[in-house]
């Protein structure tokens, strides 16, 4: 794939907090999804950035799935870490958890999502990203999870396109 040496998992992970406040709400009275999806893909692109060891990209969001609601004074801890890497590509996965700010409660898991994220030059075209190289059997789990949504993930696109292309040949 690349001449670029490996980087461990543990290289590049990082979480991120926040408090929700009244202008995090939805009409519902809890945080707004957008919200949650926004520190996601901030946490998601700062592993990325580290990890290719420059500007990386959003280019998917595979996956977003929220599993509870999020309210006002929650402590909403995002953690992130590269989960596969292509030549120029990296699945980014992402757990998100949150607490009452004010109670010592453990956390509850509210939402995970699978992002892909494309290094890119300075001239904003892809460049090589260093092999992640899993380190515990976790990691490893989690390398072979990505391995099979990145073949979904093209097999959708393929089956698509395909779709397209004969929609446009009769007309």
């Known amino acids: 794939m690349t001449d670029l040496p490996g980087k461990p998992t543990e290289a590049s992970r990082t979480a991120l907090s926040h408090i929700m406040s009244p202008n995090d709400v939805n009409l519902l009275g809890t945080v707004h999804g957008g919200v949650i999806m926004k520190l996601v893909d901030d946490a998601a692109g700062a592993v990325a950035g580290r990890h290719s060891g420059g500007p990386a990209v959003t280019a998917s969001m595979d996956e977003m799935v929220f599993l509870e609601p999020v309210r006002v004074g929650d402590l909403v ?33 509210v939402a995970t999502a699978y992002l892909v994220f494309t290094a890119v030059d ?17 990691d490893r789990g989690r390398y072979q999870e990505a391995q099979i949504r990145r073949t979904h993930r093209l097999a959708r696109r393929r089956e698509i396109q395909e779709l397209r292309a004969g929609h446009e040949r009769s007309g």
């Open 77 to 109: 801890q995002v953690h992130a870490q590269v989960n596969w890497t292509g030549r120029t590509s990296m699945e980014i996965g992402v757990r998100v958890m949150a607490e009452r700010w004010n109670e010592s409660r453990p956390a509850t898991r």
């Open 122 to 138: 300075e001239n904003g075209k892809p460049r090589p990203v260093p092999p992640v190289v899993p380190e515990t059997d976790r």
